[in-house]
């Protein structure tokens, strides 16, 4: 959902919140985007989608003069776009909760590096092809350094879009003093680089490793480009960085976020489709998961497709109604294997299905287990007559 705040200079900064649809949230997050970009680059919206699965809200939002936030670009620089993530968890804190972790991609990466020690309630910082030291993004004007140094401000392309640099930027990005900043640093960090990052090469990811101190930890993201263009790259570094803050963040219910907005669980199961494709996220109520149609039916071939999760949910159903009744019986089971396929046959609609069992069972036993897979759940609801029903949340 769309929000907005204001920074330390009173300008005001758009952002977006995703928030686990269906599910109380566990933590939240602020992500940093890379230098000029905005909050609504691909990546960004494709990592916080990963990360809302399992249940972490993520802020994104605008620096000053930049996407749709306020501002002049040309009057801000790094040190403004540290304050600016403070001005977002002072917004996080005083309307949701405070947030537990910091991602940045790019210059954003240096950001949070920056600012993390300046926030108490983060726990874990991930930053993403991020450069060691922010003074990394002036090779990006080498060109005009001489304009702006005699005449204090110079227009430079940077990424196909023209942007006035200003003195001040120039000198603020020189006097950030990254190894001070990553020898103070005390919260858990993944470093996550693309050895074939072109734009910020992979030696920044090295220098950042060795100067933090531990915990930390290296994910390299071989064949991705410093962008993170390709979807299935960038839905990955959200699942990464979820799964890692897992170890160093309690994920938790948040008693306080649920306090602050009423974020309340209002179905067992939510699946949200946004945009173009067919990429769909799943959620339970304690898991996530994506499904898809395969590539040549026009998706990405990134989840199971609808019939793949029908054909799942009889399976794992059957599964678990003879490991409970084995037990029950105290039988020697030990595995059970369910074999699924669907067709259509002369318009009616055919679940092909084959058991395997093993353990220590007599011929009576797989027979009868062979019995009882008929009477699982989801077998009984599937043969039956099902009503969906329409249904209005309040």
Same mark, same amino acid.
């Given at each position: 959902m769309k929000v907005s705040f204001k920074n330390n200079e009173g300008i005001t900064l758009a952002?977006?919140?995703?928030?686990?649809?269906?599910?109380?949230?566990?933590?939240?997050?602020?992500?940093? !985007?890379?230098?000029?970009?905005?909050?609504?680059?691909?990546?960004v919206r494709n990592i916080s989608?990963?990360?809302?699965?399992?249940?972490?809200?993520?802020?994104?939002?605008?620096?000053?003069?930049?996407?749709?936030?306020?501002?002049?670009?040309?009057?801000? =620089?790094?040190?403004? =776009?540290?304050?600016?993530l403070l001005s977002a968890a002072n917004f996080l804190e005083a309307n949701y909760a405070a947030p537990k972790l910091l991602i940045g991609h790019s210059l954003g990466g240096a950001a949070v590096l920056f600012a993390a020690g300046k926030i108490s309630s983060v726990e874990?910082?991930?930053?993403?092809?991020?450069?060691?030291?922010?003074?990394?993004?002036? !090779?990006?004007?080498?060109?005009?350094?001489?304009?702006?140094?005699?005449?204090?401000a110079a227009h430079v392309n940077i990424?196909?879009?023209?942007?006035?640099?200003?003195?001040?930027f120039v000198e603020d990005i020189q006097r950030a003093d990254t190894k001070s900043v990553l020898s103070a640093l005390d919260v858990a960090l993944l470093i996550l680089h693309s050895p074939q990052d072109s734009i910020v090469e992979i030696d920044n990811a090295s220098k950042i490793y060795l100067e933090a101190k531990h915990p930390k930890s290296f994910v390299s993201l071989d064949g991705a480009d410093h962008l993170l263009s390709d979807k299935s790259d960038s839905l990955y570094v959200g699942k990464v960085i979820s799964a890692w803050a897992s170890r160093y963040m309690d994920l938790k219910l948040d008693e306080s976020a649920v306090n602050k907005k009423d974020i309340a669980l209002v179905a067992p199961v939510t699946?949200?489709?946004?945009?173009?494709?067919?990429?769909?996220?799943?959620?339970?109520?304690? !898991?996530a998961f994506v499904a898809d149609e395969p590539v040549d039916l026009?998706?990405?071939?990134?989840?199971?497709g609808p019939f793949d999760l029908l054909l799942s949910s009889l399976g794992t159903c059957t599964a678990m109604t003879l490991r409970m009744y084995a037990d029950r019986k105290k039988w020697p089971l030990e595995e059970v294997k369910v074999h699924l396929r669907s067709t259509q046959e002369d318009g009616v609609?055919?679940?092909?299905?084959?058991?395997?069992?093993?353990?220590?069972?007599?011929?009576?036993?797989?027979?009868r287990l062979e019995e009882i897979a008929d009477r699982c759940p989801v077998h009984k609801t599937i043969s039956g007559e099902v009503d969906v029903v329409k249904w209005t949340l309040d």
């Open positions: 952002a977006s919140l995703d928030i686990p649809k269906g599910r109380v949230v566990k933590a939240y997050a602020i992500f940093a !985007h890379c230098f000029t970009c905005s909050k609504s680059l691909s990546a989608r990963a990360m809302k699965g399992e249940g972490i809200a993520v802020l994104r939002f605008d620096f000053t003069g930049l996407g749709n936030s306020a501002g002049d670009f040309s009057d801000s =620089n790094f040190s403004s =776009n540290v304050e600016d874990a910082v991930a930053t993403i092809g991020a450069p060691f030291g922010p003074g990394h993004v002036q !090779h990006m004007f080498d060109h005009r350094l001489d304009e702006i140094e005699k005449t204090g990424g196909g879009r023209p942007f006035l640099v200003k003195k001040q699946v949200v489709l946004q945009g173009s494709g067919f990429t769909t996220e799943v959620y339970t109520t304690d !898991h026009g998706g990405q071939n990134l989840g199971p609609f055919k679940i092909y299905r084959a058991l395997e069992v093993e353990g220590n069972l007599d011929t009576e036993q797989v027979q």
